[in-house]
């Protein structure tokens, strides 16, 4: 992950970064006297930048419908609050489509960047499952709700509501959008920009547990609380203090995918027959690198007879220049099962289109985040005014053919994601992931 800085560059997590600070722009003295909050220069800097670096900002949204919708933004801005301003800044960014330009609404996972919008996170956790929207985990005064599905938030379905949200997210990947706009409804100033809810003091929600129908109201933590948005799922939000006290899990036992690692990969023989080789990021961990690894379980899988399972459903990216060292030490000969989800992004669409071409591996689990060839490399700007890191891609990953125009790769053996199967802790798509190769 690539963040451009024309005046400095760092490192953090072992990933080259640089940040893009304009110039020519109010610097933050002048934005310190501003007493009224306004995006209007913070927008056109951003747009300028998007469309100098951006290998094609108007592949998902013809020109003239963006900049009519940027004028629209621009004339509305001295009648928009803070937060309807944020919210829409969100949309029009949306709109570039793809799955490294966006918003974000929660701190990002980086030391030294500015907090982001500091919105009010609600005290419970949302998921989003195939089939609805669950709360997963809770603090002290709400874990009675964990384990309910939620049928509406503030005056809206929560189909509704889900469908307003998304529309701040990147509207060409959307099985990355679907991921992520659980934790965008879980900010109080978010339902009430988007007018799903009427009252930033507490949101409203409908519930459903145990077949029993309820209303809640929420009150938001303070903004000095924030979700991990990135790499968690249901844990508890942290604050100056740490952990909230007291979270509680909707799930009854955490599954071998979903383990805290703090290592970019980590390997296990599981099942006897089966190799486990689960990658949570596409970089170099200090003990080892990716490509040893990657060797030293082709190599055991050839001298042991041995299947072999790569999990990429948590990879969300990283460098995807270590593919090819990596996928020179696989055999074709070797069985081969790939476990993919909608958190399977960037670098790690890259590493799936790899696996397609050159293996004859069979992929499990839901359809990827991204597109085969996609728009990628996560660059990060921020905002002259307002102090809002916003993210951007810059370059054309072509993975796969040309010709391939597949939103995302779709699996082999489709695997719904339930909430059922979460609480109960069962992991059905390793679970056939495992039937498949020993049936082989």
């Known amino acids: 992950?690539?963040?451009?800085?024309?005046?400095?560059?760092?490192?953090?997590?072992?990933?080259?970064?640089?940040?893009?600070?304009?110039?020519?722009?109010?610097?933050?003295a002048a934005s310190a006297d501003r007493t009224v909050f306004e995006m209007r220069d913070d927008w056109r800097t951003f747009f300028e930048i998007l469309q100098e670096e951006h290998d094609n900002p108007f592949f998902a949204t013809p020109r003239a419908v963006f900049l009519a919708e940027q004028e629209q933004f621009l004339e509305a801005i001295p009648d928009m609050s803070r937060e309807e301003q944020i919210a829409e800044f969100a949309r029009l960014m949306a709109l570039t489509g793809d799955g490294h330009t966006f918003l974000p609404m929660h701190p990002l996972p980086f030391d030294g960047f500015p907090e982001g919008p500091a919105f009010h996170p609600l005290p419970v956790r949302f998921e989003l499952f195939d089939d609805g929207l669950f709360i997963v985990g809770a603090g002290p005064d709400h874990e009675h709700l964990i384990g309910a599905e939620v049928v509406r938030i503030g005056h809206l379905a929560t189909d509704a509501a889900l469908g307003r949200v998304m529309t701040l997210l990147p509207q060409d990947a959307v099985n990355f959008s679907r991921d992520f706009a659980p934790e965008w409804l879980m900010l109080s100033e978010v339902l009430s920009a988007l007018d799903i809810t009427q009252d930033a003091e507490a949101a409203e929600i409908a519930v459903i547990k145990n077949n029993k129908a309820a209303k809640v109201s929420l009150e938001p933590l303070s903004p000095a609380y924030h979700y991990d948005w990135v790499k968690g799922m249901d844990n508890a939000p942290t604050g100056p203090d740490g952990p909230l006290a007291g979270w509680k899990f909707g799930a009854r036992h955490t599954p071998l995918w979903r383990e805290d690692v703090s290592q970019p990969f980590r390997s296990a023989s599981i099942d006897g027959d089966v190799l486990y080789f689960q990658i949570n990021e596409l970089r170099d961990s200090?003990?080892?690198?990716?490509?040893?690894?990657?060797?030293?379980?082709?190599?055991?899988?050839?001298?042991?007879?041995?299947?072999i399972i790569i999990d990429l459903r948590r990879c969300i990216g990283g460098d995807g220049s270590l593919i090819p060292a990596m996928m020179a030490t696989l055999d074709k000969a070797i069985p081969i099962a790939v476990l993919i989800s909608r958190r399977t992004h960037s670098a790690g669409v890259m590493l799936v289109s790899a696996l397609e071409q050159q293996t004859d591996a069979v992929f499990i689990g839901q359809a990827t985040a991204d597109r085969p060839n996609h728009y990628g490399e996560t660059n990060i700007f921020i905002l002259p005014d307002s102090k809002l890191p916003v993210v951007y891609a810059s370059e054309y990953y072509e993975t796969s053919t040309p010709d391939d125009h597949r939103p995302f790769r779709t699996p082999d053996i489709s695997i719904p994601y339930i909430f059922n199967d979460y609480e109960r802790g069962i992991d059905r798509t390793l679970n056939t992931a495992i039937d498949y190769l020993n049936r082989k």
């Open 1 to 28: 992950m690539t963040i451009r800085h024309k005046k400095y560059k760092s490192r953090i997590s072992g990933v080259a970064l640089s940040v893009a600070i304009a110039t020519g722009v109010p610097n933050s």
């Open 286 to 307: 200090p003990m080892r690198t990716i490509r040893d690894e990657t060797l030293a379980i082709a190599e055991k899988a050839k001298e042991d007879n041995l299947a």
